[in-house]
């Protein structure tokens, strides 16, 4: 090997000084000394952690019932005043602070987006025990959608039981995991598209079974929703209730057949019932049966109707 000073390398030697020269560059050209620890997000942890971050963001909701701060961003189109409460944002600073304590890279988009936070409590920190088998997603394809207080307008109203936080985690837009939480009865409904339950969600009531539609539409904006079931169903019962994530619940329960809405509505209010009716086996559509999409911040808001069912969606868009 070694002649008057002179490296001589046999074919071995070759082979190896190659293979290092394809793993330098191989890391060089995919930062592979940099690997991000946090490329690859466990959902199934992701979803112990926003249970936690909605029942925590609903003790604050709680704490503040009896004076709550009433601001309004203006009016809805119904007329009513559009109001945000300090309870929205301690909810919405509590939850924040613990999905991204432990999920820093995950985007998150939230009803009360750009709120300084600065919250003087201890917040926990530790996961909500479920046992499920693990799945994982891309970091960046994950996004969290979080209403730190839905149905603020009956919470103004002590109208309690309409109450509700949710958080929602999507996947490249689909709505993959949703939490309900409701602060004042103190419940946590959950479900994992492919993965499990919440128990209150195992034994869903048999749909229609009486021949009757029932439909769950919204207390403070109806729209034409009314006349639109007058024209299309004959025997038919309307829950008149508040709260996406309260009537979305009612459907996975199979208390009612569908929960229709004509007017724009928010995407985080609607984006973790989605979930939960998808883990069900159920939908929510457009009124044209269109599905949701949930993936930035830029495409908000849906404008075309909102169907969600737990069985027999066709049937309902056909009919609407």
């Known amino acids: 090997m070694f002649c ?14 190659f293979l290092v020269f394809l793993i330098m560059v191989y890391y060089h050209f995919t930062n592979g ?10 959902l199934s942890s992701l979803l112990q952690t926003a249970i936690l971050a909605a029942e925590v963001g609903g003790q604050f909701v709680v704490q503040v ?36 304590g432990k999920f820093p890279t995950v ?37 969290i959608w979080i209403d730190p207080l839905d149905a603020t307008h009956e919470y103004t109203e002590k109208l ?18 949703g939490i309900i939480h409701n602060p004042f009865e103190n ?18 009531k048999p749909v229609m079974e009486d021949g009757k539609v029932k439909f769950i539409i919204s207390r403070s904006h109806r729209g034409t929703v009314e006349q639109a079931l007058e024209k299309n169903f004959k025997n038919y019962e309307v829950v008149i209730a508040a709260g996406a994530g309260y ?3 009612k459907v996975a329960k199979g208390e009612v057949d569908a929960y229709i809405h004509i007017t724009a509505i928010k995407k985080w209010d609607i984006c973790a019932g989605n979930a939960i ?14 599905l949701l999409t949930y993936l930035d911040d830029t495409d908000v808001v849906n404008k075309d109707g909102l169907i969600a069912t737990l069985k027999y969606h066709d049937f309902f868009t056909n009919k609407l």
């Open 187 to 204: 419940t946590t409904s959950w479900a994992m598209v492919g993965g499990g339950t919440s128990d209150d969600l195992k034994n869903p």
């Open 277 to 290: 009716l998808r883990a069900l086996g159920g939908q929510m559509t457009t009124k044209d049966g269109q």
């Open 33 to 42: 000394f940099k690997r991000d620890d946090n490329s690859r997000i466990n």
């Open 160 to 177: 309690f039981k309409y109450v509700t936080t949710m958080v929602c985690i999507a996947v490249k837009g689909e709505p993959i995991i």
């Open 4 to 17: 008057n000073g002179i490296v001589r390398l046999n074919q071995k030697g070759y082979v190896f000084l």
């Open 107 to 143: 985007k998150f988009i939230s009803e009360e987006k750009n709120i300084p936070c600065d919250i003087k409590q201890k917040i926990p920190n530790h996961d909500i025990p479920i046992n499920l088998s693990n799945k994982f997603a891309n970091s960046n394809d994950v996004t």
């Open 247 to 249: 009537k979305v619940l």
């Open 65 to 100: 019932r009896n004076n709550p701060e009433v601001h309004y961003k203006g009016k809805t189109k119904e007329g009513l005043d559009d109001s945000v409460t300090n309870a929205d944002f301690l909810s919405h600073c509590a939850m924040v602070k613990i999905l991204t």
